[in-house]
Nanobody, 124 residues
Framework: QVQLVESGGGLVQAGGSLRLSCEGSGEHVATSELAWFRQPPGKEREFVAV???????YYADSLKGRFAVSRDNARYTMYLQMTGLRPDDTAVYYC??????????????????WGQGTQVTVSS
């Protein structure tokens, strides 16, 4: 099993930056695939980025160039560095994990473990 806790959310102005953290624990966290999703107000959850246990990094097409994911395997922590934030980036950001990599990494249904989410609000 894997346990996940997000942190680092908050209120920022448009154009600002924010760094989110996802701290993992559990027997299989070291070999799990970790991903970021977000859910804007009134919208469905959407894929943001993924960091595989072997260092692979993939992003939603619309977020490439502004968001960057990294992973500290020694501390079982994944980070999401967000720059050039826009008001439409406002959402609850979640980290997710799955043991193995079967299925599309951009679909939330393929992840069994989720954190509680952290709120990111971007003002104009």
């Amino acid at each position: 099993q894997v346990q996940l806790v997000e942190s680092g959310g908050g209120l920022v102005q448009a154009g600002g930056s924010l760094r989110l953290s996802c701290e993992g624990s559990g027997e299989h966290v070291a070999t799990s695939e970790l991903a970021w999703f977000r859910q804007p107000p009134g919208k469905e959850r959407e894929f943001v980025a993924v960091s595989t246990s072997t260092g692979g990094r993939y992003y939603a097409d619309s977020l490439k160039g502004r968001f960057a994911v990294s992973r500290d395997n020694a501390r079982y922590t994944m980070y999401l560095q967000m720059t050039g934030l826009r008001p439409d980036d406002t959402a609850v950001y979640y980290c997710a994990a799955r043991e193995g990599s079967y299925g599309d990494y951009s679909r939330s249904v393929n992840y069994a473990y989720w954190g509680q989410g952290t709120q990111v609000t971007v003002s104009s």
